[in-house]
């Protein structure tokens, strides 16, 4: 018999295995497998993390239009550089297809030890073991003047405003004209999330939210936002059952509740 591999994380890095739980199972709105295999080798009490399935339906429309911008900027820019920043155990490298660009996930560095041994790098692929809010990551990169995306999913409202600023304008200032991804809680919900259940058993702490995303392009001359998209926009809505259909259609009346949980696409 197969030995699994145990898995022991701090309160905040434990998060990271929300999404790979949300995302392993079967649903009609992201497929990956990659997610059901690592799950079936880790011993761990996933039942604990006590994940509401309105989560795993967010967490999963989360990941599916991350996975969009992606494919979109890859699309246009095929030999570019992809930061993936707090990439805790996902499988985006493999969900989204980047043959000649370069890929390179970061996180902490018990977690990359961990993902090394679901992942391996290779000439397209590598691995960064550091803070996000460490920023001497950042000379690590050599985009060798290629154009960079920047993915942080789940990430940001675990940072302080000032640490969220910081790692914003840095990236501004070493990829002039990049593209920045990422997924923010209102000031709100930022204050209020402790109590969701899966939080709870975790222990982290969110420190971050957002109201209005506007104010970001005051941090600094270039910045710019794309788009803010909301969940109620989903096109896999349909798919879904008749509570969640009217749940988004009702979200998407009251702007305090679509502006709870959105994605961010900026140009830095």
Same mark, same amino acid.
Not at 98 to 122: G, S
């Given at each position: 018999?197969?030995?699994?591999?145990?898995?022991?994380?701090?309160?905040?890095?434990?998060?990271?295995?929300?999404?790979?739980?949300?995302?392993?199972?079967?649903?009609?709105?992201?497929?990956?497998?990659?997610?059901?295999?690592?799950?079936?080798?880790?011993?761990?009490?996933?039942?604990?993390?006590?994940?509401?399935?309105? &989560?795993?339906?967010?967490?999963?429309?989360?990941?599916?239009?991350?996975?969009?911008?992606?494919?979109?900027?890859?699309?246009?820019?095929?030999?570019?550089?992809?930061?993936?920043?707090?990439?805790? =155990?996902?499988?985006?490298?493999?969900?989204?297809?980047?043959?000649?660009?370069?890929?390179?996930? =970061?996180?902490?560095?018990?977690?990359?030890?961990?993902?090394?041994?679901?992942?391996?790098?290779?000439?397209?692929?590598?691995?960064?073991?550091?803070?996000?809010?460490?920023?001497?990551?950042?000379?690590?990169?050599?985009?060798?003047?290629?154009?960079?995306?920047? %993915?942080?999913?789940?990430?940001?409202?675990?940072?302080?405003?000032?640490?969220?600023?910081?790692?914003?304008?840095?990236?501004?200032?070493?990829?002039?004209?990049?593209?920045?991804?990422?997924?923010?809680?209102?000031?709100?919900?930022?204050?209020?999330?402790?109590?969701?259940?899966?939080?709870?058993?975790?222990?982290?702490?969110?420190?971050?939210?957002?109201?209005?995303?506007?104010? %970001?392009?005051?941090?600094?001359?270039?910045?710019?936002?794309?788009?803010?998209?909301?969940?109620?926009?989903?096109?896999?809505?349909?798919?879904?059952?008749?509570?969640?259909? =009217?749940?988004?259609? =009702?979200?998407?009346?009251?702007?305090?509740?679509?502006?709870?949980?959105?994605?961010?696409?900026? &140009?830095?």
């Amino acid at each position: 018999m197969e030995t699994k591999e145990k898995i022991t994380l701090t309160k905040e890095q434990e998060t990271l295995l929300i999404p790979l739980y949300a995302k392993a199972q079967r649903n009609p709105i992201l497929e990956d497998e990659k997610a059901r295999q690592i799950l079936a080798q880790v011993q761990y009490d996933f039942q604990r993390l006590n994940v509401p399935e309105k &989560t795993a339906v967010t967490l999963r429309m989360r990941a599916k239009q991350l996975d969009a911008y992606a494919t979109a900027f890859l699309a246009a820019h095929p030999e570019a550089v992809v930061l993936h920043l707090g990439c805790g =155990l996902d499988s985006r490298c493999l969900r989204v297809m980047h043959a000649r660009a370069l890929w390179i996930d =970061l996180d902490l560095p018990d977690v990359i030890a961990l993902r090394r041994k679901f992942y391996p790098e290779t000439e397209s692929y590598r691995l960064v073991a550091s803070s996000a809010a460490d920023l001497d990551w950042i000379d690590q990169v050599d985009d060798q003047g290629r154009p960079v995306l920047v %993915i942080a999913e789940g990430l940001l409202m675990y940072l302080h405003e000032e640490e969220v600023r910081a790692l914003i304008l840095r990236l501004h200032a070493r990829f002039p004209g990049c593209h920045l991804a990422f997924d923010a809680f209102s000031q709100l919900t930022a204050e209020r999330i402790q109590a969701h259940p899966s939080m709870q058993k975790t222990g982290a702490s969110v420190h971050w939210g957002i109201d209005d995303p506007h104010a %970001i392009e005051d941090w600094a001359e270039g910045i710019h936002l794309q788009e803010e998209w909301f969940f109620a926009q989903s096109p896999d809505i349909p798919r879904l059952s008749w509570f969640y259909r =009217l749940m988004f259609r =009702l979200t998407a009346s009251i702007q305090v509740a679509q502006r709870a949980q959105r994605l961010l696409y900026f &140009t830095l």
